[in-house]
T-cell receptor
Framework: DTGVSQDPRHKITKRGQNVTFRCDPI?????LYWYRQTLGQGPEFLTY????????KSRLLSDRFSAERPKGSFSTLEIQRTEQGDSAMYLC???????????FGPGTRLTVT | DAKTTQPNSMESNEEEPVHLPCNHS???????IHWYRQLPSQGPEYVIH???SNVNNRMASLAIAEDRKSSTLILHRATLRDAAVYYC???????????FGTGTSLTVIP
């Protein structure tokens, strides 16, 4: 399977713990996006990388959130001191060009108890 | 935000065509129109995109109004597997963000 993969698929954590998610984009795609989706809503943009550079961040991305894409390939999204409001599906997408299609991974569902 | 307006829900009978409308009155000249769909507990799936001309692929057709302020996604023969939330997005070519609305939840009736 050469699609976008995300790991883990599900994560349950206690409030205050740190969590890290990984995204492996389609290999030739230089653009990578993180989105968050809560129940009944469409995905909300969090951040965007072109190669290893993080070029855009949403105001939704508080200082407890950090994302990296160290070698321009896979990316990680870390949430520190999780809160119950962080419970959501975290989606990763990749694309080859600005006007082209974006390919989403299956998402990581985070539950903060 | 690049906003789009879609009906919250639609129903279709199986094997009949479905026309899903979208208004994007704030679209600019270089924005592409994208359609995605999302099945429960899955990430959004690319359906189709276009700029000005109508587009066809194996999944669907995209009809774009002449003024580009609206578009229609056409599923030629709805199947039960087409039941999903369909999102219409117009992508600001000057930026890298794309904004999803709440989409249209399509129910296919057997």
């Amino acid at each position: 399977d050469t699609g976008v993969s995300q790991d883990p698929r599900h994560k349950i954590t206690k409030r205050g713990q740190n969590v890290t998610f990984r995204c492996d984009p389609i290999s030739e795609h230089n653009r990578l996006y993180w989105y968050r989706q809560t129940l009944g809503q469409g995905p909300e943009f969090l951040t965007y990388f072109q190669n290893e550079a993080q070029l855009e961040k949403s105001r939704l991305l508080s200082d407890r959130f950090s994302a990296e894409r160290p070698k321009g390939s896979f990316s990680t999204l870390e949430i520190q001191r999780t809160e119950q409001g962080d419970s959501a599906m975290y989606l990763c997408a990749s694309s080859l060009a600005a006007g082209g299609g974006w390919y989403f991974g299956p998402g990581t569902r985070l539950t903060v108890t | 935000d690049a906003k789009t307006t879609q009906p919250n829900s639609m129903e279709s009978n199986e094997e009949e065509p479905v026309h899903l409308p979208c208004n994007h009155s704030t679209i600019s000249g270089t924005d592409y129109i994208h359609w995605y769909r999302q099945l429960p507990s899955q990430g959004p799936e690319y359906v189709i995109h276009g700029l000005t001309s109508n587009v066809n692929n194996r999944m669907a057709s995209l009809a774009i109004a002449e003024d580009r302020k609206s578009s229609t996604l056409i599923l030629h023969r709805a199947t039960l597997r087409d039941a999903a939330v369909y999102y219409c997005i117009h992508h600001q070519n000057t930026g890298n963000q794309f904004y999803f609305g709440t989409g249209t939840s399509l129910t296919v009736i057997p």
